[in-house]
């Protein structure tokens, strides 16, 4: 098969395929949504599973999060009772985790608020997490301004925050917020530091729990001295419903201890787990397990790319059996053509090479519509659905390798049929 | 000088379990120039012997010289190659692709030969020229009469400049008067020298040839000798 001979079968192929233009769209279709689809559930899955595991990642893989929950209510209070119940995790777990486990490199106990802040006439809801400076230790925190809290801050109490960037463009727009001071609660706290975003409070679903939920929305992070908020805030939380006040006293919202190795993970998992149950009375304690659950996504993501693809490979199927049903239509169609050309010296090998080419441009076609479609299709779901989508070069390439396999396969066998064909049965058929 | 060497050629088909004798032991030999038209009723073996002489089928037994080639025995990819070069084939319902132009139509033979583009759209040009169709060069087989498709078929036949021309019919499809225009094209065609064998009931078709050869029940009834001239 020479250059000449090639190039006349593409244009002869072409030319049969325009002339049939709407069965040839109509064909293509199957493989253009197809392939379609196939890059576009890729890339939704693959986005999916990249924003759980960079959420997960910035918890910190050598990370144990033991945050404070509602213990199981085993009995409705009067009704009309005031009462203060207390749970939750205490400064003495805290104390105890560093002592008497030597694997545990750093414990960082929290205060968790939902709370208001203002700056001048301008209000945003936010969360104030009381902490100490070694909270940097478990997350990293992108300073862009000014710096993190201190042990002096601790000590003497400073009313000294460090607000995140949501904070900082909501609130100040374009002021320094460095030196500025901000009114959470009644109270102005000096704005010393800002800093990346670190967490989203949606992330943190435990803190939520045990604020009441009076406010939504929270825009960002503002983080103040351990013992400011102590003093500050208090730890009762006092709460008016229906049902009559609901007084609770809570002293921490969340603990995060890290270990030194990602070994030792697991094992401390199990001796927090111990030390707690022996030390609270009602599960109102709950350990979340970063490292784990980025296992999970990771299999999670797996399993998700699987079903995903598969499910977008049975629709580049149906598109391939759709061709083979159209490609034998077109052959049958045209036997009388192929046993004049078979007469006129066409071997065998052109005529399967004829009707292939056919098909192959067809799925050639579809396959490259599909993946400009499919690459279009994620930026759409990311504009309008929000959801992160990444559409990965080798996804485009598997897709198109799919279909033009498709193309061949499904095309082999009509080709085969029309190449073999008696010359006398095809010149007689009508 | 013999082209087609025919020698105890048989072909036996299998319907059901009855195995049925097309062609019985038939010898034929053509030589180059000749005007040849079989004959005989039908089912006396025409359409199998055609077949045979345009390698389209394989004869259960005997030999068939084409051009000193033994054809007999070829595979089919040899067959098609056989079929491209030596033999032009005249249908009764022209068989022409409906998709393609009438330059297009004629080319399809070089097509498979590998003749480069330019060369066979020049040659295809040529023979539209000679069989009267210059000026049609572009049209589709749908917008020419019966007459003008058989000259495109007469003219893609001639393509490759085969060894025999092959022609079934050639006038069946016509009325009397392009019939009569074929008819004369293919006298042309033979004085120029090229080696016609028509396939026809037609006395008036078999008139023209020089040997007309009469079958029947799958053998050699008798050959008729024309002299040559009309």
Not at chain 2, 126 to 134: K, M, P
Request: hydrophobic share 40%; glycine share 8%.
């Amino acid at each position: 098969m020479n250059w000449y001979r090639f190039r006349q079968t593409i244009k002869l192929g072409a030319k049969s395929l325009w002339m049939h233009r709407l069965r040839s769209t109509l064909t293509a279709l199957g493989i253009i949504f197809g392939v379609c689809s196939v890059i576009a559930m890729l890339a939704i899955g693959e986005g999916a599973s990249q924003e759980a595991q960079d959420q997960i990642a910035r918890l910190g893989s050598r990370n144990i999060i033991i945050k404070t929950i509602k213990p199981p209510e085993e009995e409705r209070p009067d009704a009309q009772g005031s009462q203060m119940k207390e749970h939750g995790l205490t400064y003495a777990d805290a104390e105890q985790f560093k002592h008497t486990i030597p694997d545990i490199q750093v414990v960082v106990p929290q205060r968790r608020l939902m709370q208001e802040a203002w700056y001048l006439n301008r209000k945003i809801a936010i969360e104030v997490i009381g902490t100490i400076p070694w909270y940097t230790e478990i997350a990293p925190v992108d300073l862009y301004q000014g710096r993190f809290l201190n042990s002096a801050d601790l000590n003497y109490r400073q009313k000294v925050c460090i607000i995140d960037e949501e904070i900082f463009n909501k609130l100040f727009l374009f002021d320094d917020p460095l030196g500025a001071d901000i009114k959470i609660s009644g109270d102005f706290y000096r704005v010393i530091g800002v800093a990346s975003k670190l967490e989203s409070a949606a992330e943190n679903g435990g803190s939520e729990a045990d604020s009441s939920g009076q406010i939504s929305g929270v825009a960002g992070n503002v983080y103040i001295p351990l013992t400011t908020a102590k003093q500050r805030f208090g730890e009762i939380n006092l709460q008016i419903g229906t049902s009559g006040q609901n007084v609770e006293k809570v002293e921490l919202q969340q603990i995060t201890v890290q270990v030194k190795k990602t070994e030792q993970v697991l094992p401390t998992v199990e001796i927090l787990n111990n030390l707690l149950s022996r030390s609270h009375k009602k599960k109102d304690y709950q350990i979340v397990v970063p490292l784990e659950l980025l296992r999970q996504a990771a299999q999670t993501k797996k399993i998700f790319s699987i079903v995903l693809g598969s499910i977008a490979a049975i629709s580049l199927l149906v598109g391939g059996i759709g061709i083979m049903n159209i490609m034998l239509a077109t052959v049958s169609e045209r036997t009388r053509e192929i046993g004049i050309r078979r007469a006129l010296g066409a071997k065998r090998r052109d005529i399967i090479f004829q009707f292939l080419s056919e098909t192959v441009m067809l799925t050639m076609a579809g396959g490259l519509l599909g993946i400009v479609l499919g690459s279009l299709i994620p930026f759409l779901v990311t504009y309008w659905a929000h959801m992160p989508t990444v559409v990965t070069g080798s996804s485009l390439i598997l897709s198109f390798g799919i279909s033009a396999t498709i193309g061949i396969t499904f095309g082999l066998y009509p080709a085969y049929r029309a190449a073999h064909m008696d010359p006398i049965e095809s010149l007689r058929h009508e | 000088m013999a082209i087609v060497e025919i020698e105890k050629l048989s072909k036996n088909y299998q319907m059901g379990r009855l195995n049925v004798a097309a062609l019985r032991d038939v010898n034929l030999t053509f030589e180059k120039g000749q005007y040849i038209a079989i004959m005989g009723p039908s089912g006396s073996g025409k359409s199998t012997l055609l077949n045979l002489l345009g390698c389209l089928d394989r004869p259960s037994g005997g030999c068939y010289r084409l051009g000193n080639d033994d054809v007999a025995k070829m595979e089919d990819d040899e067959l098609s190659k056989i079929r491209g070069q030596r033999i032009g084939f005249i249908f009764q319902s022209y068989n022409l692709i409906a998709q393609l132009n009438v330059v297009e139509n004629i080319e399809v033979p070089m097509y498979y030969q590998g003749v480069s583009a330019r060369k066979s759209s020049e040659r295809a040009k040529e023979l539209a020229e000679l069989v009267g169709l210059g000026d049609r060069i572009d049209h589709r087989p749908s917008e020419l009469s019966g007459g003008q498709q058989q000259r495109v078929a007469i003219a893609r036949a001639l393509a490759n400049d085969p060894l025999i021309l092959l022609a079934d019919e050639p006038t069946g499809n016509l009325d009397t008067q392009s019939g009569g225009e074929i008819l004369h094209l293919l006298d042309d065609l033979n004085n120029q020298g090229k080696t016609l064998i028509v396939v026809t009931h037609d006395a008036q078709v078999a008139k023209r040839a020089e040997l007309v050869i009469h079958l029947l029940d799958g053998t050699v009834e008798r050959i008729e000798h024309n002299g040559k001239g009309n």
